[in-house]
């Protein structure tokens, strides 16, 4: 819903004059931000039909025009399956990178949706922790490249996306699209266990290959990702929403007041790759 | 409590007073020679005895006076001053006639006329307009707006150009009480805000109220903006009109029946869509609205008008969205004389507000609206000239139904879905006096008896320790709670009731015939809610009753003045301070999901408010140079304290802000006639930047390739500060028959092209990657052309 505010946002350029200025900006005290994801990826080439990858980010935020990531490359990073007791280790690699040492990349073979995963980081003293479990997602039916039904100009092309819907109570997905286009989507509204159409808008790039990513979700995961979509595309215009911090998930223990940015999450992900086409086949007919 | 139910003992004893002296009363209405519509706020004068009153809002005045003979003056600006000589030996009552004076178009005013009355009254902070001053003020694209006009007095404000609604002493924008012809309006603006919908041809008299309001008005906190419409030409048939650069208008008025019954039509449309074609643009916005007044005078005791409004705004893109919104409202009035000193006004009200969004992209529709039907009957008591009463009931039935979606193809993957309508029942009684205690000092108390019943609905749900916000107490995130279950309550009973008593009261203390000082305190009550996490509210917005989740929002504002009338007249300055406090004020948590959210208490934090500010008004009311200056300072802040000591809150449970803050405020205004053909209307306006939230701080988030801004404490920073310089060259050439009357308008908007921020957002350029501030200014130098005419 909070998508709408953007063609809104475009009627007023029609009139109105955006540019971008010089302004002083205060800078916070830097934070650790950490991004961490446990993902169990649908691959039929498997033999279990997914593969389990994990990865730990580390950084600490910078200020706003900076563009050098302030990577943290000293901590200490451990994911705990709780009920089987098993720990597994992180080492950094590279730029704030931290990846399963080799002994515990043996260790994921799979992902127990009832199992809880706890991750673990030290760093300078402090310890930020936060459990989750897998969240499932559903498979992609068929992603295309369709002209534009609303579309402004003749060659305007959008992504139609279909999903089978999952029965039972409210259930949350994922959609990322790549470069940071991200949005949540619940299924409160939809036929209960129908298949599930819907477009989107996409910065139009050509011949490339543009890789949808469906993710499971909780509504706590949603909320995040929905919060990202807000504060990094429609914050503060005429018709913004007040901007805010995104929080996550993350808790410090040591000191609660210096929490953390950034999300743990425990997903399973299908996958879909379509190639971008400059002038799509349905131009033809 | 007891303090209070004293005070009204003492007004009802008050009342029975019995009159001594042996005393005729004298009574009538004033009129408008021309068309025979009734004239508000004409001031007449019994110099003999030193007494003034104003006509009421039907026209109407009374006196009571002993025998004599007396000379009565009736002075209404832009009319040409009468005097009547009357020789009382029993009670009288007569119509006076006013005629317009010939120079209408060139008078600037802005309340107060005649300072013998306004220096000697109770009534403070306040403003009246009249429609050709609205007309005056040069305006964006030439389009004079009611809105607009008024934001450049004192203590009223937008948070930006484009804002919808206006604030009013740091209250926001759902706080004001938009009175048309007595029926409430749930938006006054077109197209999100560019205009307002309130034809300017049509405005009679608009009266502004930022303090002291009357106990006769209540459910809003802030402010009352009373507009009256015209009733239409009794005698002949005349029309007006004028041709612009976003819309043309028309209106039309004359008898049905000479001397008795009248009509007035009037319309607007925006026509910009209609070219936009040619151009291959097939998106389009626009909006219209109608006006239609009926007034029928059975005998001089008995009036009935008819007034109906109706106004859409239409914003199309194709294929992606179509949008419509708008008002309609229905008012049938009786006026009725049951003798000199007793007057009556009875309304019933008809009205509704729809939203309806259209979003072909994902295949639904959905459709939110409130309908209410209001019931006034009001009563003006004059007892004695010390003494005067007014009292009365109002009742309004609400049906606010938060949305329904349904599917638009015919795939059906949406499920047709219709929220739960929420009812409500809002009553009142109230009553006020205007008491002189000595011919120096004046008295006005009132007291408002306001209830608000909430009627049952299904499926309510059911929270742990009633709080729909669940607090994480580890992340400090607060989130929508999850029900422990639900309940349901009939439609026909009470799920929450509210009663409360709003005392108001007014002080004047005249020291001389050119000074005066005033004081005056309010309590208020707001029962429905406009929901808004946006900077400026939108018309998605929802407004929502108070119930088993909301508890109504509270005010006092206390207020003080010092009014003085300089050089008899030629100017007038007042200086008013006041205090302001909230109760209950409704807000949000961080990242609240307020859009079609059908468990809005889900997304809501409770807390107080506190303004306070200084304003100035100096006008020059005659002369070939008119106009005003309006200096403020204020202050507008906002407080969410967490609801446990452990709960964090927003903003660390510290003061901050309000999203209208605005430390100073200037405008000038001022026109100057060179002769009767030409004359030059300038403005000046200068505005502290409001606050806003500024980001302070970005990390990468590499799993999703994604730039994340880091925000501010809510509302730490302030945009660039606001100035604008407008200009307007009137020519009205010498008609050439006497049937019409042109008048030609040249203006040009934001003169020095002054790129005033609208918002400012942090956003990541797509080209180059980087991170980037974006000023986002609405309007730049516009000049513009306009028509207006009279036949």
């Not at chain 2, 006004?345 to 992209?361: E, G, P």
């Not at chain 2, 279950?485 to 509210?498: A, P, V």
């Not at chain 2, 609405?778 to 306009?786: L, M, Q, R």
Request: a negative charge; charged letters at 20%; hydrophobic letters at 35%.
């Amino acid at each position: 819903m909070k998508k709408i505010w953007y063609y809104f946002v475009i009627f007023f350029s029609l009139l109105a004059c955006e540019e971008a200025i010089d302004l002083d900006l205060d800078t916070e005290p830097p934070r650790l931000v950490i991004d961490a994801a446990l993902l169990r990826t649908r691959n039929e080439n498997t033999a279990t039909g997914f593969e389990n990858s994990a990865q730990v980010n580390l950084s600490f935020t910078r200020s706003f025009f900076s563009e050098t990531p302030l990577p943290v490359t000293n901590a200490q990073v451990t994911i705990t399956a709780i009920n089987a007791n098993i720990i597994l280790n992180f080492i950094h690699v590279d730029g704030g990178s931290y990846a399963l040492d080799s002994e515990s990349t043996t260790k994921i073979n799979g992902i127990d949706p009832t199992e809880s995963f706890k991750l673990s980081v030290i760093h300078n003293g402090e310890t930020y922790e936060s459990t989750e479990k897998l969240q499932l997602a559903t498979p992609i039916i068929e992603a295309k490249q369709i002209k534009n039904p609303g579309g402004f100009d003749e060659e305007d092309f959008v992504i139609e996306v279909t999903f089978q819907d999952k029965p039972g109570s409210i259930n949350y997905f994922v959609f990322d699209f790549g470069g940071g286009d991200i949005f949540s989507i619940d299924d409160e509204f939809i036929e209960e266990g129908s298949a599930f159409t819907f477009i989107n808008n996409f910065d139009k790039q050509v011949d490339r290959d543009l890789k949808i990513k469906l993710i499971g979700a909780d509504q706590r995961f949603a909320i995040y990702i929905d919060d990202l979509a807000t504060i990094t595309t429609d914050s503060g215009g005429p018709f913004g929403v007040v901007p805010f911090k995104v929080r996550g998930n993350i808790v410090n223990i040591t000191n609660p007041d210096n929490f953390p940015f950034g999300y743990f999450r425990v997903n399973e992900v299908y996958e879909s790759t379509i190639l971008l086409e400059d002038t799509p086949k349905f131009f033809d007919e | 409590m007891k303090k209070q139910l004293y005070f009204l003992n003492l007004l009802f004893s008050l009342s029975f007073v019995s009159i001594w002296a042996q005393k005729y009363t004298i009574s009538g209405s004033v009129e408008n020679a021309n068309s025979q519509e009734k004239l508000i706020g004409v001031n007449i004068f019994i110099k003999d005895l030193n007494i003034g009153a104003t006509t009421n809002s039907y026209g109407y005045y009374t006196f009571n006076v002993p025998e004599g003979t007396y000379d009565i003056s009736y002075s209404f600006i832009g009319y040409e001053t009468a005097t009547k000589t009357i020789q009382v030996n029993s009670n009288l009552s007569w119509v006076t006639e006013l005629s317009p004076a010939l120079e209408t178009l060139d008078e600037v005013v802005i309340a107060k006329t005649k300072q013998q009355v306004s220096l000697k009254g109770t009534e403070m902070s306040t403003n009246t307009l009249q429609g050709t001053t609205i007309k005056n003020i040069p305006a964006v694209l030439g389009e004079a707006d009611v809105i607009k006009a008024i934001t450049l007095l004192p203590g009223v404000s937008t948070a930006n150009e484009t804002a919808s609604g206006f604030n009013v002493r740091g209250g926001s924008s759902d706080q004001n009480l938009i009175l048309m012809d007595e029926a409430t309006l749930f938006s006054s603006s077109h197209l999100f805000g560019f205009f307002s919908i309130f034809n300017p041809d049509i405005v009679k008299d608009l009266k502004l109220y930022k303090g002291g309001i009357p106990a006769r008005y209540g459910g809003r906190l802030s402010s009352v903006l009373d507009i009256r419409q015209r009733e239409g030409n009794k005698k002949e048939f005349h029309g007006e009109g004028g041709i612009g650069t976003i819309t043309s208008r028309l209106l039309l008025e004359g008898p049905i029946q000479k001397n008795k019954t009248s009509f007035l039509v009037a319309g607007r449309t925006s026509y910009v869509h209609l070219f936009l074609p040619l151009f291959d643009i097939s998106n389009s916005a626009s909006y219209y609205d109608f006006n239609l007044k009926v007034n029928h005078t059975i005998n001089e005791k008995n009036n009935f008008y008819l007034s109906s409004y109706s106004g859409v705004d239409n914003f199309e893109l194709e294929g992606v969205l179509s949008n419509q919104y708008g008002n309609r409202f229905t008012n049938f009035r009786w006026n009725h004389v049951f003798s000199s000193n007793l007057f009556s006004n009875t309304s019933l009200i008809y009205a509704d507000y729809f939203y309806k969004l259209d979003l072909n992209v994902v295949g639904f529709s959905w459709k939110s609206d409130i309908t209410y039907l209001n019931f006034k009957y009001d009563f003006e008591h004059y007892l004695k000239d010390e003494f005067k009463l007014k009292y009365g009931l109002n009742l309004i039935n609400y049906s606010f139904n938060p949305g329904s979606i349904k599917s638009l193809s015919d795939s059906n993957q949406f499920i047709s879905e219709r929220f739960t309508e929420k009812k409500g029942l809002e009553g009142a009684l109230y009553v006020e006096a205007d008491i002189d205690i000595s011919d120096k000092l004046k008295i006005s108390p009132g007291l408002r008896l306001s209830n608000f019943l909430r009627f049952g609905e299904p499926n309510i749900s059911i929270y742990e320790n009633n709080q729909p916000v669940f607090y994480e107490q580890n992340t400090n995130i607060y989130k929508e709670a999850d029900p422990i279950g639900e309940t349901s309550i009939s439609r026909n009973k009470i799920w929450k009731d509210f009663y409360n008593l709003e005392p108001r009261i007014g002080l004047a203390y005249e020291i001389n015939d050119a000074n005066a000082i005033k004081a005056s305190y309010q309590r208020t009550v707001q029962y429905v809610h406009l929901i808004s996490n946006t900077s400026t509210p939108t018309p998605l917005d929802i407004w929502t009753p108070s119930g088993g989740f909301i508890e109504p929002e509270k005010s006092n504002q206390w207020a003080a003045g010092y009014f003085r009338d300089i050089a008899d007249g030629a100017f007038t300055l007042s200086t008013e301070m006041y205090y302001k406090e909230i109760e209950n004020k409704i807000n949000f948590f961080d990242g609240a999901d307020i859009i079609g959210n059908r468990n809005i208490e889900r997304t809501l934090l409770f807390g107080k408010g506190r303004a306070y500010g200084l304003e100035f008004l100096l006008q020059k009311n005659i002369g070939k140079f008119q106009g005003w200056l309006a200096y403020t300072f204020s202050r507008s802040e906002e407080l969410i304290a967490g609801r446990t000591p452990n709960e964090i809150g927003i903003n660390n449970s510290e003061w901050f802000p309000s999203n209208f803050d605005k430390t100073h405020d200037i405008s000038i205004i001022g026109n100057y006639s060179f002769n009767k053909k030409w004359k030059l209307n300038a403005s000046f306006n200068f505005q502290t930047g409001v606050p806003a939230t500024f980001a302070s701080g970005a990390y990468n988030l590499a799993s999703f390739d994604i730039k994340v801004p880091v925000f501010g404490e809510r509302n730490a920073n302030r945009l660039p500060n606001f100035h604008r310089f407008d200009i307007a060259v009137n020519y009205t050439p010498k008609p050439k028959n006497k049937k019409w009357q042109g008048e030609w308008v040249f203006s040009i908007y934001n003169l020095y092209n002054r790129k005033n921020a609208n918002s400012i957002t942090f956003e990541r350029n797509f080209e180059t990657n980087r991170n980037e501030a974006i000023r986002l200014s609405i309007f730049g130098i516009i000049p513009a052309v306009s028509y207006n005419f009279k036949f």
